[in-house]
């Protein structure tokens, strides 16, 4: 029997590293704005996964505005943001009341593969959580208040979203009080005695937050 999916979607950027008053989920990239196509990866991938996005209150009703425009139609729940992503996150945990595994993404990863989902929902299902990661080509320094030093990036890895997790033990570790380490979900999950697993993630799947990021995103695009 196939495991009951969820996915919240965060998305309470601003524009102002994207150099735009326009926040920077709602910017249009090849005709959508960028925040509908991180929810059509999704959806594509699993046309029954329940859709959560993460806003903050005073662009609810932008987005909604956009989903008229667009013609927008994937079903989809929309749940106030929080002052962090912590509290963002938990919000839209505390409308989940049922299901196997749900997958935390940044609204402004729409480059997400199809293999990368498979990759992390079912090794959630599996040992329950997954988190994609990537090699690091480039050289690394250490840096300290009086020197640097290079480290083997072979030690290293590179984050991406969505991190997939069972719901059950994520809406737990949610329960923790907030700390400013929790730099993103795998960070709360391994708070409480959780040990992270790692898949393979894509290395398109960038996070949007640049006007140099944008211009890749549209390459990529032309590309898929």
């Keep these: 029997m196939a495991s009951k999916r969820h996915v919240i979607l965060v998305a309470g950027g601003s524009g102002k590293r994207m150099e735009s008053s326009t926040p920077k989920q709602f910017i249009e990239l090849k005709g959508k704005p960028i925040l509908m196509h991180s929810i059509l990866a999704f959806f594509r991938f699993d046309s029954s996964?329940?859709?959560?996005?993460?806003?903050?209150?005073?662009?609810?009703?932008?987005?909604?505005s956009l989903c008229t425009k667009h013609d927008f139609q994937i079903t989809h729940r929309i749940v106030k943001g929080g002052p962090e992503r912590f509290f963002s996150v938990k919000n839209g945990l505390n409308l989940i009341s049922d299901g196997d595994v749900v997958a935390i993404h940044d609204g402004v990863r729409p480059l997400v593969s199809n293999s990368t989902l498979e990759r992390c929902f079912t090794a959630a299902d599996d040992r329950g959580n997954a988190i994609p990661v990537v090699d690091v080509y480039e050289t690394i320094r250490k840096v300290d208040e009086t020197s640097s030093s290079t480290v083997k990036r072979e030690n290293y890895k590179l984050v991406q979203t969505p991190q997939c997790f069972n719901l059950k033990i994520i809406k737990k570790a949610f329960e923790q009080t907030y700390h400013p380490n929790f730099t993103d979900d795998a960070s709360v999950a391994e708070a409480n005695g959780i040990q992270i697993h790692l898949?393979?993630?894509?290395?398109?799947?960038i996070k949007i937050t640049t006007p140099e990021d944008l211009l890749m995103a549209e390459t990529l695009f032309v590309n898929k």
């Excluded at 996964?49 to 005073?58: A, E, F, G, S």
């Excluded at 898949?199 to 799947?205: F, L, Y």
């Design 49 to 64: 996964i329940k859709i959560t996005v993460v806003l903050p209150k005073n662009q609810i009703s932008i987005w909604k």
């Design 199 to 205: 898949v393979e993630g894509n290395r398109e799947n």
